[in-house]
DNA sequence: AACTATACGGAGGCTGCCTCCACTTAGCAA
DNA sequence: TTGCTAAGTGGAGGCAGCCTCCGTATAGTT
């Protein structure tokens, strides 16, 4: 029941009418190209004016705000996911992991919004309604940890939580800013993380 | 003339009016409560309303929102560098150092918006008008690293930018959600920090 | 007491958020 | 095809916040 207009697409619940799905799909778009060029702060009514709908409809759709950038991101966070299995059949697992960690840094940076979005995932008082996004992401991030530690190449105590964190606040406290600093705090992580493996004091 | 409006007080420019100082002082301390209880994205107006001024008058002092929010925690962040000293003084290199990332963020932790003020420390574009809180923090943090690079018990190449960067990250990530994760991510970075110390791959 | 630079304050115009409901239409059944 | 109706639409309207402008008030001076 308080999922019945998030998730209506063609999966679940109730098949969409054809001119629904197709003002869902336009506001989407429209959606994803304000949120790259204005955050997530831009404005409603004039994503709902550039996808051609009412902003009621907007509305009918997306609940919040946060209904509309989640539904953005989804299939970029899937693409990080997917990311984490490539990389980890690829190579060593420190190596996957520091390269998944890059990744996701670079491909935050290229997406201002994305950090909001993070930030909603680790603190969100309305978990149920993205418990799979953050699943999904927990899973991948927390193997690609897994494998690193059964090998004995990072500390054991770092969780999902903590590196999504760590992560999360680096593209943040990097949102606008020069990029190469982003890369140099991974790197101190990463070292921080293979530190406690090494010598624990 | 960048800075009349901001910086008039009682110590560059001409001294401000009996009553204007009074009204600067009580909207500076509605705001600051504001800030604490509702995020740097409190209502001006209600600050307006809580100061006992009208609308106007807070504009006239403050042009900007950011104007407020950054002598607001002016202040506040005086009181970090003070910190720094004080305790470089009273521990080794790395021991001040790490005590220190861990005051900033657990302070950070108790003033949602002082982030906001970090974030645009790093990134502003307006950067002439706060040089001076920003050099302070940043010579307080450059001398901890230069001490403990010099100790030989950090890597050298960290610069104050990074660390602050590094720290305002931690601190975003955490702005609502549980503090145990900000030590963690403090031990982290630091341990990353030391690890490049001692051995460089 | 008179004067004036300085400061006050709030009305008003604007934009964005969100709700509500009269109207339209896709999809179905006869 | 034709109707029927559940599903969907869209924008007016109420509200709140942002910021500007300017007529009014007053601190400090002469």
Redesign the interface.
């Known amino acids: 029941m308080t999922s019945t207009d998030t998730a209506a697409e063609g999966v679940g619940g109730k098949p969409l009418r054809a001119d629904a799905r197709r003002n869902r799909e336009a506001v989407l778009a429209a959606a994803a190209e304000a949120f790259s060029l204005h955050g997530v702060e831009a404005s409603l009514e004039e994503i709902a004016r550039q996808a051609g709908v009412g902003i009621g409809t907007l509305y009918r759709h997306f609940p919040t705000r946060e209904d509309l950038v989640l539904d953005v991101y989804r299939r970029e966070v899937e693409r990080l996911c997917e990311a984490a299995q490539e990389l980890s059949a690829a190579h060593p697992p420190d190596e996957a992991l520091r390269l998944w960690m890059e990744r996701f840094v670079g491909y935050a940076a290229a997406k201002r919004g994305m950090v909001g979005l993070?930030?909603t995932m680790?603190?969100d008082h309305r978990v149920e309604l993205m418990r799979d996004l953050k699943g999904d992401i927990h899973v991948a991030v927390g193997t690609l940890l897994d494998r690193a530690a059964g090998a004995g190449q990072i500390r054991t105590?770092?969780t999902s939580?903590?590196l999504l964190?760590?992560l999360?606040?680096?593209?943040?406290?990097?949102?606008?800013?020069p990029s190469d600093?982003a890369l140099?705090?991974v790197?101190?992580?990463?070292?921080?993380?293979?530190?406690?493996a090494a010598a624990r004091h």
């Open positions: 993070l930030r680790m603190n105590d770092v939580d903590d964190r760590g999360g606040g680096i593209c943040m406290a990097n949102d606008t800013g600093t140099r705090l790197s101190i992580v990463f070292d921080g993380m293979r530190y406690g």
